[in-house]
Nanobody, 117 residues
Framework: HLVESGGGLVHAGGSLRLSCAASGLSFEHYYMGWFRQAPGKEREEVSC????????YYADSVKGRFTISRDSAKHTMYLQMSRLKPEDTAIYYCNVVVPGPVESIYWGQGTQVTVSA
């Protein structure tokens, strides 16, 4: 249902924009987010957006550098990453949570982001 793209290798200080294309999901009334997992570390939430209220959240480590957004018409979510640091190196995953009597959680396959010093 979710396919990420936009990862790659970039020098420190550079920028990347990740995309998460959804099929079968309208992005309305959903909770959406980006997570990342670095080697040897647990998966952590980077940013999320509450579609119902348009509220956004950012981890302290990325606040002011990353921006989450969505284009409902294109069924796509984005993560604009600027001023990248080597510690941002990780596999980035998009995540969609569909609330309901039984909550449904979807994950993308991940896209590698590598930031060289």
């Amino acid at each position: 249902h979710l396919v990420e793209s936009g990862g790659g290798l970039v020098h420190a200080g550079g920028s990347l924009r990740l995309s998460c294309a959804a099929s079968g999901l309208s992005f309305e009334h959903y909770y959406m987010g980006w997570f990342r997992q670095a080697p040897g570390k647990e998966r952590e939430e980077v940013s999320c957006i509450d579609s119902n209220y348009g509220r956004t959240y950012y981890a302290d480590s990325v606040k002011g550098r990353f921006t989450i957004s969505r284009d409902s018409a294109k069924h796509t979510m984005y993560l604009q990453m600027s001023r990248l640091k080597p510690e941002d190196t990780a596999i980035y995953y998009c995540n969609v949570v569909v609330p309901g009597p039984v909550e449904s959680i979807y994950w993308g396959q991940g896209t590698q982001v590598t930031v060289s010093a």
